[in-house]
């Protein structure tokens, strides 16, 4: 029977592994947060992004509303009367 301690290899590669995927463990939560640091900082850039494709939507909407209703607004303004 193998007890802890008893210095079989098994045992020694088990904590080796452990303390391995411990240590990438860390080294990745601790990437992961210097990233989401790094993009927080950007913050503006991507606001700025934000922006530049809420304008680009809007603008395509208008045009996309001239060219469907354009026809029948020009109709509409063209049979008013003024007296």
């Keep these: 029977m193998v007890h802890p301690g008893d210095g079989h290899p098994e045992e020694h590669d088990m904590t080796h592994l452990f ?46 509303g001239l060219a469907i209703f354009g026809p029948k607004l020009t109709a509409a303004i063209s049979n008013i009367r003024v007296n």
Aim: charged content about 15%; hydrophobic content about 55%; proline content about 0%.
């Design 19 to 64: 303390q391995t995927l411990f240590a990438l463990s860390v080294t990745a939560g601790d990437r992961v947060a210097a990233h989401a640091r790094d993009l927080k900082s950007r913050e503006t850039g991507a606001s700025a992004v934000e922006y530049a494709l809420l304008v680009g939507t809007i603008a395509l909407a208008v045009v996309a």
